[in-house]
């Protein structure tokens, strides 16, 4: 039988944290920049997967400099 590798839709800030391993100050200062788009459900914030994915080319482009 074959499995099927399904993406997330979403991540917290612990998740991305997680899955970037950069670290969650990193995270918060660009939430506070307003460099990756960020929503809230109840108290906990998350992100989606596609702007995580954008803001981790964006962060790349920027290193190449």
């Known amino acids: 039988m074959q499995s099927v590798k399904s993406e997330k839709i979403c991540y917290s800030i612990k998740g991305a944290v997680d899955q970037t ?3 969650r100050s ?10 990756i788009k960020t ?3 109840g108290s ?3 992100i989606l997967h596609s702007d995580l994915v954008e803001f ?10």
């Open 21 to 23: 391993d950069f670290s």
């Open 26 to 35: 990193y995270f918060f200062e660009a939430i506070k920049n307003g460099t």
């Open 39 to 41: 929503f809230k459900r």
């Open 44 to 46: 906990r914030r998350f």
């Open 56 to 65: 981790i080319h964006q962060t790349a482009k920027q290193s190449e400099v």
